[in-house]
């Protein structure tokens, strides 16, 4: 798990991260999340394009930096999302609290290729 950043118009940063976002990975990571709390940007965009995997200890570093942004009146959403995260994001309903972004499923491309045939 990496993660690169990238600053954009009007004070936005966007995380893109590479890999799973699992125990391993936020372990590894835990000392940059705790970095990216710090940055003074009024909207944050978590880009999860390159991310196949998610479980609890991911899920609960992005509510956990969604809380600590939104206590300082910014705003965190998600963007790229797809696959095993989209599913357990849907199922945790964590898309009715934060704004997210789905990427569409290499099965929903199919299938609306076989009802266009």
Excluded: C
């Excluded at 705790?34 to 509510?63: N, P, R, Y």
């Excluded at 965190?76 to 997210?100: A, D, E, F, T």
């Amino acid at each position: 798990m990496r993660l690169q950043t990238h600053r954009a118009a009007n004070h936005q940063l966007v995380v893109t991260f590479f890999g799973d976002l699992n125990a391993q990975g936020i372990k590894n990571l835990r000392s940059k999340f705790d970095h990216l709390e710090h940055l003074q940007v009024t909207q944050m965009v978590l880009d999860l394009h390159h991310v196949d995997l998610i479980d609890s200890s991911g899920i609960g570093a992005i509510v956990f930096l969604y809380k600590r942004i939104r206590t300082q009146g910014n705003s965190l959403s998600l963007v790229g999302v797809h696959g095993q995260p989209k599913s357990l994001i849907k199922m945790l309903r964590i898309h009715y609290n934060m704004p997210v972004s789905w990427s569409p499923d290499q099965q929903s491309i199919n299938v609306t290729d076989k009802a266009s045939s």
